[in-house]
C-alpha cells in the first residue's frame, strides 16, 4: 500500500507562486497515474490536475490551465505541482491523490485509492 506525503502549502498573496510536492513511499508510483484535488471549505473535492503514469498524458481543470503544472519524477517517487499566479479562489487543501490501475488520467475521485492528508494553500488578497 502506498503513503503517500504532501508538502509545500503556505500562505501567499496573490500573484505569487508555490510549488506542492507529494512523496510517496512503501511502493513505487511509476504505474500509477497521480492527481491533485483541492477542497475548499464548505465544498466538494475538485479535480486540479492528473498526469499518467508515463507522463505523456496531461489534464487541467479549466480554472487551472496556463497557471498550474503538474509533473513527475519517477525515479525520486514524486509528483510535483508548480501554481503561478496564484488567485484567492485558489485557497484550499490540496491532497495528492494516486490510482494504481490508472493508465491514464481521471478527473473522478472516486478511481483514485490512496491519498495524503493534505497541504493548505492560504492567497491573499
Known amino acids: 500500500q502506498v503513503q503517500l506525503v504532501e508538502s509545500g502549502g503556505g500562505l501567499v498573496q496573490a500573484g505569487e507562486s508555490l510549488r506542492l510536492s507529494c512523496a510517496a513511499s512503501?511502493?513505487?508510483?511509476?504505474?500509477?497515474?497521480m492527481a491533485w484535488f483541492q477542497q475548499a471549505p464548505g465544498k466538494e473535492r475538485e479535480f486540479v490536475a492528473g498526469?499518467?503514469?508515463?507522463?505523456?498524458?496531461?489534464d487541467y481543470a479549466d480554472s487551472v490551465k496556463g497557471r498550474f503544472t503538474i509533473s513527475r519524477d519517477n525515479a525520486k517517487n514524486t509528483v510535483y505541482l508548480q501554481m503561478t499566479s496564484l488567485k484567492h479562489e485558489d485557497t484550499a487543501v490540496y491532497y495528492c491523490?494516486?490510482?494504481?490501475?490508472?493508465?491514464?488520467?481521471?478527473?473522478?475521485?472516486?478511481?483514485?485509492?490512496?491519498w495524503g492528508q493534505g497541504t493548505q494553500v492560504t492567497v491573499s488578497t
Open positions: 491523490a494516486a490510482d494504481p490501475d490508472g493508465v491514464r488520467t481521471s478527473s473522478r475521485a472516486g478511481v483514485y485509492d490512496y
Open positions: 512503501r511502493r513505487p508510483i511509476s504505474n500509477y497515474a
Open positions: 498526469i499518467s503514469p508515463s507522463g505523456m498524458t496531461i
